[in-house]
């Protein structure tokens, strides 16, 4: 059975089944197909048949259920978990066991979640494609000996295969909507500080979002209402009131506005991906949406910007891994030597590289001319945004320029990794929050994402059009 938020509610409410034996039904699962897929990188067992227990006597006492009940839900192993080790797919943590939960894992267990255990991912989210692991690539369930997309690849493996009703994932600069395209289920980055950080290992502060995979619209939106809000512990988590999403997202789209960008369809897209999303654009139309064509000059300058911000507070973040405070030693011959030793052989070959380019552009004589003009054309992106906006409700676009590629295809050549994330990477710098759902799939059965964007904290907007996307067949065009 392809178990749904509802779904489990309902069954356990009326006890069809038990949140402890659903538990179980999903370790199976993850017994039978995790050595195929490597998804997930640690289970929690105990944790997960705890929290079932006491959901089973919520059920037993007929007391009102949690909005999450029950539900079996994967995390990404970039996010902190008590008592259960958390990697972020590098040796350098290869043993590290937090001693607290981020905010996200204390909402979804408040509200009834059963916690699994925690996903593979590229090494500290630097990926597009889930092979920079220290633990192995993830496979796609979806498009067999193709990568998954990165870097939540894990997470969106999880959920795609059915070994976990949702997950939590993390996005940078697109990792998790374009693994969500990749795999063919919906996935979704809200506005940057709709969701508390606490917890989340940082990549680049200034860009990092956590947010949901699950396997239909309205299930996303159950599961960004109980992660989203205020947080005392995250100065940037915003005041701004969470919507009743699930609610919201069952509204017509009749009569919205929605941009179509004429730069995100230029040279380098694959031929079928602009088929289909033009097919999707034409369903939206026919759901009585009006097209408008939006210009957004700075689209251009998006990856070289992304790519200076995003490894410039990389170099920063990564500063603490030294062997000295936590995490992975190994001994030199000097403090110096100690350090050399620890970060070669504990970061993989990607890590090291972001590193080595963030150095560079915060470097004395460089910074102005790279860091500073990077957000300075950071603001540029943003601006193209706003002003968009001013004149329709919502931007469609693809997710990626390209369907899933084959395991090896693209690791020789990072510049082509990076451009994988070109659709993705503006509504990283602009703080907006964007939506990836199916739309349809190519020969071979390669899935298809299309993306929307709305304006910051609306996330409404685009929960409503993919929702509305999604129940008129547009994952089957």
Known sequence: MNWTIDGVRDSLAGKKISARELTAEFYKRIEARNPELNAFLALSPERAYAQAERVDAL???????????????????????????????????????????????????????????????????????????????????????????????????????????AALGTDTGGSIRQPGSFCGIPAMMGSYGRVSRYGLIAFASSLDRIGPFATSVRDIAAVLRVIAGRDPRDSTSTTDPVPDYTAEAAKPVKGLRL???????????????????????????????????????????????????????????????????????????????????????????????RIVLGTYVLSAGYYDAYYLKGQKVRTLIAQDFQKAFTQVDAILTPTSPVPPFKLGERTADPLQMYLADIYTVTGSLAGLPGISVPCGKLSGGLPVGLQIFAPAFAEVRALQLAQAFELAGGANL
């Open 259 to 353: 941009g179509i960008p004429k730069e995100y369809f230029g040279a380098g897209m694959d031929f079928g991906v602009r088929q289909k999303i033009a097919a999707g654009i034409a369903l939206f139309q026919s759901l009585g949406c009006e097209l408008v064509e939006v210009a957004m000059p700075h689209t251009d300058y998006a990856i070289a910007t992304y790519y200076i911000i995003a490894t410039a507070e990389a170099s920063s973040n990564l500063a603490r891994y030294d062997g000295v405070r936590f995490g992975l030693r190994v001994n030199g011959d000097s403090l110096v030597g100690m350090y050399r030793k620890t970060r070669g052989t504990g970061f993989g070959a990607e890590v090291k590289r």
């Open 59 to 165: 059920v037993a006492a007929g007391k009102p259920l949690p909005p999450l009940a029950g539900v079996p839900i994967a995390i990404k192993d970039v996010i902190s978990t008590r008592g259960v080790r958390t990697t972020c797919g590098s040796k350098i943590l290869g043993t590290y066991m937090p001693p607290y939960d981020a905010t996200a894992v204390e909402k979804l267990e408040a509200a009834g979640a059963v916690l699994l255990g925690k996903t593979n991912c590229d090494e500290f989210a630097m990926g597009s494609s889930n092979e920079n692991s220290a633990y192995g690539p993830v496979g796609n369930p979806a498009a067999p000996g193709c990568v998954p997309g990165g870097s939540s690849g894990g997470s969106a493996a999880a959920v795609a295969a059915g070994l976990a009703v």
